[in-house]
């Protein structure tokens, strides 16, 4: 048989059954797999302890010997109870085990073993579930122990006990057994890892590390064991992207030089460019002049004119006749991009670069006619849905892809849109700011750009929270500031979380709607009572003497193309005076005559949603005001998460509590496709300093073998790490 390595298929090393299981379970299939499969926690063996006095309800360790073994049918459920008596000659104590009837055959009368579990109680005696045994050889078992050996139980009895992360089918011992198995035939680890690190790093080899994971003597055995293992998370992580970073940058891409077209848009730009604005154009404009494919990700406030760094850099683009894309992900987002595009360019720009708007909606004419237009190269812009990655969009001379809100699309559409062109550039933007460590992570292959100040003018928004139960006077006065606001002749939205209240169906599809309630906290959202919904609101409001005689309309994501444009498009001249809507208006949206924000049941969106919500409001010259409305009682994760958006305005504030708020799986997407698809010991809401510095080891590495020619396990394991870093991404 060839030698055990992380490579061999677990069912050579530890049998098919128990690899099936395990494979059904975890989706193992190696040996690495199941050495990465760590300890959920350890807890000690315990004492040792003489039978006579056991404390009900504690672990303990007794060395004892078996008295008699028998084996009845449960009486409640079908299986079998094995039952082994053992006696330390003073006392005696009966150890079960459901469903193991194998056991009998090393449990026999007369063998001497150390045995240790929780002390329980059963009908009045004594008893251990499935105790953890050491039996000890036939022959060694003699009364008088040796100190050397008593030493030995000693030991065996305080280290610590791995405690896996198991199912009814395959508990913890199970794990525990199948490890054991696998870390003895397991030879010569091969660590990929540059062996400098060991030291440097103060790690363990990769075979060490294992070995006190899984079979450790001491607290400290363990406790380096994971520290090392996580430092290699990090690393290999890091090594991976920084890697993939490396190949996409090598590629060779047609240099786009600004010219022209640029130069006659900023001389008709009605106001200066911010200081950032600044910097991030000048960042862009050099890599897009580079004969290698720029990926960048550009994060900026709502509001902070990321919109413009983009039309910039497709300017750049479009001088050489290049083309750009721009996708976006709602229709709503989009053909506001397109208008406010041919309203920036200007009618000269306009005619020249031609932009046409995709979606899924459009009349056919209409359609053929822009795909036409893109595919002769006439048109050097296209704005779109997902529409424009189907197959019968074909362009000329792809430059440029622009991805808005880069958080709502997956690396595979990204990639789907980059395939149009021959290595074109990447600009991929996002006003739900990434904390760094998930940026160096989850989106490790981009680099990042920030916006953080906002144009001049702008005249701030207040945000409060009203929570409906404990203080309803103060929720009748939100009605009245909205109509106060309207007689001034303001606009006002109301954000509900559901579309109409006819349970979970009415719930926006697709677009990131609120969370549902398996997101949140079970049991501690709001009431039992349905959700507020855009239906039901549009007809309260309506009835309520304040808002008489004003227009008040709806505006969801189950609406028609033409006619949410419609509904937009009037909101936006001032004819609609509340718009009650879904979060359909989240991202992007500009009415710069708006000035309420009101958000009912607030507690069902994430902080980012509410986030991007306020930034609806407070656009234009009026200052703006967001209403949180609640029923989350105090001091529940649902209310804190509203009092975090309403204690501060600075999204990358908030997007760190956001971090601390959710749970791991909700940031970094939980997609499992069998293996070490996610993170083991690695968490992005604590780890931010190891993720940074292994970034600089990876790095460091990388520049002095950028091949990774010296290490060609490292190099299989990147590869490996391919699939696991397109499952981070999605988040
Ligand atoms: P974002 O996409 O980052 O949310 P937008 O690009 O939509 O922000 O910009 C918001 C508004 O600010 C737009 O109306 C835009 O014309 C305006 N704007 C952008 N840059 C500036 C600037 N430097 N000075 C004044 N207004 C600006
Ligand atoms: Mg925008």
Redesign the pocket.
């Known amino acids: 048989m060839p030698p055990t390595t992380l490579d061999s298929p677990l069912e050579r090393v530890i049998g098919g059954p128990s690899a099936k299981a395990l494979g059904k379970a975890f989706g193992m299939e190696t040996v690495r797999d199941l050495m990465w499969h760590l300890p959920r926690r350890y807890s000690k063996r315990g004492e040792l302890t003489p039978l006579k006095d056991l404390p009900l309800g504690e672990q303990i360790s007794v060395v004892a010997q078996v008295l008699d073994v028998r084996s009845r049918n449960m009486q409640r459920r079908r299986g079998q109870i094995l039952e082994a008596r053992i006696t330390d000659g003073v006392g005696t104590l009966t150890l079960t085990f459901f469903n193991q009837g194998w056991r009998a055959k090393e449990l026999r009368a007369g063998r001497q073993g150390i045995f240790a579990g929780k002390v329980s109680e059963y009908r009045g005696a004594f008893q251990l579930q499935h105790p953890d045994y050491e039996l000890f050889d036939d022959d060694a078992a003699v009364p008088g122990r040796t100190a050397l050996e008593e030493a030995a139980l000693k030991a065996w009895a305080e280290s610590p006990m791995p405690l896996y992360p198991a199912t009814a089918q395959m508990p913890s011992w199970n794990i525990a057994r199948s490890v054991l198995t696998a870390l003895d035939s397991l030879q010569d680890v091969v660590d990929p890892l540059p062996d400098t690190l060991w030291e440097t790093q103060g790690i363990l080899p990769l075979g060490a590390a294992f070995e006190a994971a899984h079979r450790p003597r001491t607290d400290s055995d363990w406790q380096q064991a994971l520290r090392s293992l996580k430092f290699r998370e990090a690393f290999e992580l890091q090594v991976a992207l920084l890697f993939r970073r490396q190949q996409q940058t090598s590629m060779r891409s047609t240099p786009r030089e600004p010219g022209r077209l640029l130069e006659l848009f900023d001389e008709a730009l009605p ?4 200081g950032d ?1 600044r910097r991030v154009g000048g960042v862009i404009s050099g890599e897009l002049a580079t004969p290698h494919p720029m990926h960048r990700l550009l994060q ?10 983009a039309l910039r850099a497709m300017l750049q683009v479009a001088e050489s006749g290049g083309q750009n894309a721009m996708l976006a992900p709602t229709e709503v987002l989009a053909s506001q991009h397109f208008r ?1 595009i041919v309203e ?1 360019l200007g009618p000269d720009l306009a005619a020249q670069l031609n932009p046409v708007l995709i979606t899924g909606r459009m009349p056919a004419s209409e359609r053929r006619r822009a795909l036409l237009s893109l595919a002769s190269g006439n048109s050097r812009i296209a704005v779109g849905t997902h529409a424009l990655m189907s197959e019968g969009v074909t362009f000329f001379d792809l430059g440029l892809v622009v991805i ?1 809100e880069q958080h709502r699309f997956g690396v595979e559409q990204r990639e789907a849109l980059r395939q149009k062109g021959t290595q074109p550039h990447v600009l991929a ?1 996002t ?1 739900t700011p990434i904390p760094r460590t998930v940026a160096l992570t989850a989106f490790g292959d981009l680099e990042t750009l920030t ?1 953080r100040e906002l ?3 702008r005249q701030g928004i207040q945000t409060f929270v009203v929570p409906e139960l404990e203080m309803p006077k103060r929720a009748e006065r939100v009605w009245a500031r909205a109509a106060e606001d309207i007689a001034e002749g303001r606009q006002v939205y109301v954000v509900c979380p559901a579309i109409s209240g006819g349970g979970s169906q009415s719930v926006e599809e697709g677009s990131e709607q609120a969370l549902s309630d398996s997101d949140l906290d079970s049991g501690e959202s709001s009431s039992s009572r349905p959700m507020r919904n855009v239906v039901d609101t549009v007809q309260e409001l309506r009835s309520m003497p304040q808002f008489a005689g004003l227009r008040i309309e709806a505006l969801s994501g189950d609406m028609a193309g033409p006619e949410k444009d419609r509904v937009m498009g009037e909101f936006a001249a001032g004819e609609i005076h509340i718009l009650v809507a879904t979060t359909v208006i989240e991202v ?1 949206v ?1 009415v ?1 005559n708006a000035s309420i924000m009101i958000v009912r049941d607030a507690d069902r969106f994430g902080v980012s949603q509410l986030h991007q919500l306020r ?1 609806r409001v407070g ?1 234009g010259e009026h200052p703006g005001l967001c209403l949180l409305m609640s029923e989350a009682p105090q001091g529940t994760t649902a209310r804190e998460r509203i009092e975090a958006v309403a204690s501060t305005s600075d999204g990358f504030v908030l997007a760190e509590i956001d971090l601390d708020l959710r749970r791991e799986g909700d940031i970094l997407g939980t997609a499992q496709s069998g293996g070490r698809s996610t993170l083991k010991l690695l968490r992005v809401t604590h780890d931010g300093e190891l993720i940074a510095h292994a970034r600089e080891l990876a790095a460091l590495l990388l520049l002095e073998d950028p091949k990774l020619d010296a290490y060609p396990e490292l190099k299989q394991q990147v590869a490996r790490d391919e699939a696991h870093l397109e499952n981070l991404a999605k988040s």
């Open positions: 106001f200066e460019l911010t604005q900026g406030e709502v509001g902070s004119g990321k919109t413009l760094v406010s920036a808005d933007m006003a916006i144009p001049p003018g992007g500009n710069p930034g656009r």
